[in-house]
C-alpha cells in the first residue's frame, strides 16, 4: 500500500476516495469474490464467514517480483524475510485484495453495530485510507492493509496460513 497517496489527500479526497471505496465495494467487490472462489453459499458477511474466504483467496493469487530497495540498510537487505517479500501482486490480485479487504470491512460494519466506515485519523498511519472504527483503545482498522499484509505474509512463507484465524480473533477481540 502506498501510503504517501493518502498523505497527501485532503479531508474532502480522502472522503471522496471512502465513497468511491464503498461504491467498489457494493458494486464490484462480491463479484470479484465469487469468481475467485470455488463456492458461493459463505459469502454472507458474517464473522464466522471471513476465515473460509480469505484463506480461499489466498492460492488464487500472483505476484510479480520486485527489485531491493536500495534505500533500506543492508544488513535488513540480507535478511530472508526481507528477500522474501520482494514481490508485488498482480493487477489482478490487487483487485482480489481490494475485494477481500472490503469484506473484511463490510463484514465488521454489519456484524458489530458500533462500528462504521470512515476515514482514517490523520495522526495515525492509516490517515485518510478507509477505515473501520472505533475498535477499543481508538484503534483504526484498515481492512485493505490488513488484507495486503495477511495475504503477502502468507504468500511469501514468512506467516502460516493460520495467521488469518489470529487475525480475525485479533480484531473481533478489539470489537467494542
Do not use: C
Not at 6 to 13: I, L, P, R, V
Not at 16 to 40: C, D, R, T, V
Not at 77 to 102: C, I, Q
Not at 110 to 138: D, Q
Amino acid at each position: 500500500m502506498k501510503f504517501g497517496v493518502f498523505e497527501a489527500m485532503a479531508k474532502e479526497e480522502a472522503q471522496e476516495y471512502l465513497e468511491e471505496f464503498l461504491a467498489f465495494g457494493k458494486g464490484s467487490a462480491i463479484e470479484i469474490l465469487e469468481q475467485n472462489l470455488h463456492f458461493s453459499d459463505d459469502v454472507n458477511f458474517t464473522v464466522e464467514s471471513l476465515p473460509n474466504i480469505l484463506k480461499a483467496l489466498i492460492p488464487t493469487l500472483r505476484t510479480i517480483p520486485k527489485e531491493a530497495d536500495p534505500n533500506v540498510p543492508e544488513f535488513i537487505r540480507k535478511t530472508e524475510d526481507y528477500k522474501k517479500g520482494l514481490f508485488d501482486f498482480d493487477d489482478t490480485s490487487k483487485l482480489v485484495v481490494l475485494a477481500a479487504g472490503y469484506y473484511l470491512g463490510e463484514t465488521f460494519v454489519r456484524s458489530f453495530p458500533l462500528l462504521k466506515w470512515t476515514t482514517g485519523n490523520i495522526e495515525l498511519l492509516e490517515g485518510n485510507m478507509p477505515v473501520v472504527a472505533p475498535f477499543k483503545n481508538s484503534i483504526e482498522m484498515s481492512p485493505i492493509m490488513v488484507i495486503e499484509n495477511l495475504f503477502a505474509g502468507v504468500v511469501s512463507g514468512i506467516r502460516q496460513i493460520t495467521a488469518v484465524d489470529r487475525a480475525i480473533v485479533m480484531w473481533v477481540n478489539l470489537t467494542p
